[in-house]
């Protein structure tokens, strides 16, 4: 099985979150390619998909929203699921955390199977605004590695399953 795993990510942490992914799949024994939505041309020779962004004021990153719009056709023959990144403090490790409207209509734009939202990162020194005035009340990491993982094991079950 080989999988694609893309991502938008501005900061680096939805990218940290889907190495994560990433290297999960592989544990798994599951061939990964892990690419910028930028980098992927067109998705055949994928059995899976997972597509990442990170959430800017109840938004998907641009770079995700266009990938998803992109290759809706293709996306929509094969196991696809989506996960977020966003919140800056423990709530997406304490409960689920449905997705945002946004993404909500992409998932059933291309019969995606699954969604997770995942805590975000967001450094001290984060420049621009607003990062940097979030920062002085909210930087942290709250990626849960045990969360990403789970998460992870749950679709190659589901994907190991319905190819049986």
Known sequence: ?????????????TEGLARMVADYLREDGIEVDLLTPGRVRNL???????VGGALYAFRWHRAARGFVKRHRAELSQRPVY???SGPLDDSASKGEIPPVKGVKALMGQVGALGHATFGGRLAPDAKGFPASAMAKKNAGDWRDPAQVRDWTTGIQTQVSASSR
């Open 1 to 13: 099985m080989r999988a694609l795993v893309t991502y938008g990510s501005k900061r680096g942490g």
């Open 44 to 50: 055949s020779g994928y059995d899976l998909v997972v």
């Open 82 to 84: 989506f996960f977020s």
